[in-house]
């Protein structure tokens, strides 16, 4: 029973998804949707999907979507995931909780609205929208600020003060990340006041190499291939 | 070690959190956080979630804030709450993750963005703005036919298919319900082409009557309050 990943590399959290398999070993098989071709849209893919979003898993004969549900559930069902992922006690549990309900409504909404309305909007055959970019990047850095100033408080490697990541680490990184698209003046400009943050990425990523690095190839090749 | 809860039960996720406890048994300090007088900026209130938003609660030495890790960790934590609210089988609980998780970029973003733009504007010290109202009901629709037809689909009574609500039922409706302070005539033209909607509201107050009716009075004596 091989787990199915419905993806498309260019979404930040099925790159989240796909990380976690790869560090935990998890056997997956990538489906791509193609989101610039609209395969999200499709009856198919509705089936697997009805809320036509990236990523959904299928295992067995059990569907799920949003990524927050999918990583709980990888790291509940699947052995050997180490526990700091997803830990047993309730009050890490909790706090792992609290940290991805705040991205929801918070940081998530920042890079998203970046890319969407600048460096992807032609992907998407959508204009170019300067006011929602800075719109985003007020959003970015509100939630930036409340990471590095609260959950980053103390110096601490990782999101809970652990020395290890959670699945909230992940989650929450690779959706930064996605501002790479945008290129690295503006990368510097909006990374540039959270030391804690900018170190805390690098923690994720080297805690999760060479898995994250490769996902995020797809970052680069895009910007190289909109550039040409 | 009683449980003490943040709240004004202006705030829909408050709300759902007291019903929530009421249901239950588990007995609490409610402390009240007047929204509109903005108590929740508070250097006194920052101590207690630095988020700055209801709910919060602090059990003992543990604070937590976001009302579905909240939910959760009641849950999980006292005794005597029954399964179906939040179940141990990890199929239902990553179905019931799954819809709060949905819930946070789609349906909350409705109820709030009307109400906050028109009945409650002035309450908080905002311009009346009937374009975000509109955006707003468009929001709610769109939810509201993702709920009517995938999760209500086969008449089931609540959104995951059991014989009495979780906590993603408390959750989604509590939000629905914030949509009452713009009054009957807009209720029933918003939720009206909703039928399996209608009936799961109705579903989900008599599972939790009569703190369900309690917890809302508030939302009457606004209106009232209001319009004098």
Redesign the interface.
């Known amino acids: 029973m091989k787990l199915k990943v419905y993806a498309d590399r260019l979404s930040q959290p099925v790159r989240a998804v796909i990380i976690f398999c790869e560090v935990n070993g998890i056997e997956y098989e990538e489906i791509k949707v193609d989101l610039a071709n609209r395969e999200h849209l499709t009856p198919e893919f509705s089936e697997i999907n ?2 036509q979003q990236l990523p959904a898993i299928v295992h067995g004969t ?1 569907k ?6 999918i990583l ?2 990888l790291a ?2 699947f052995p050997g995931v180490a526990d700091h992922w997803y830990p047993d006690d ?2 890490k ?3 792992i ?2 940290v ?3 991205h ?2 918070n940081l ?1 909404r920042g890079p998203i609205t970046i890319v969407q309305n600048s460096i992807l909007a032609p992907v998407f055959r959508r204009p170019l929208n300067p006011e929602a970019v800075a719109e985003g990047e007020k959003i970015l850095s509100a939630a930036l600020s ?1 990471i590095e ?2 959950w980053l408080d103390d110096n601490r490697p990782f999101l809970l003060g652990e020395n290890q990541p959670s699945i909230a680490d992940l989650s929450l990184v690779c959706d930064i990340m996605q501002v790479k698209l945008v290129g690295e003046t503006d990368w510097n400009r909006l990374l540039g006041p959270y030391k804690k943050v900018q170190q805390w990425i690098e923690n994720t990523r080297n805690a999760t190499n060479p898995h994250f690095d490769e996902l995020h190839k797809v970052l680069k090749e895009l910007k190289e291939k909109l550039q040409n």
């Open positions: 009805p809320m059990f799920l979507f949003e990524s927050h549900a709980i559930y509940s069902s309730v009050y549990r909790s706090k909780h609290s991805l309900d705040w929801h409504s998530r409340k100033s609260f």
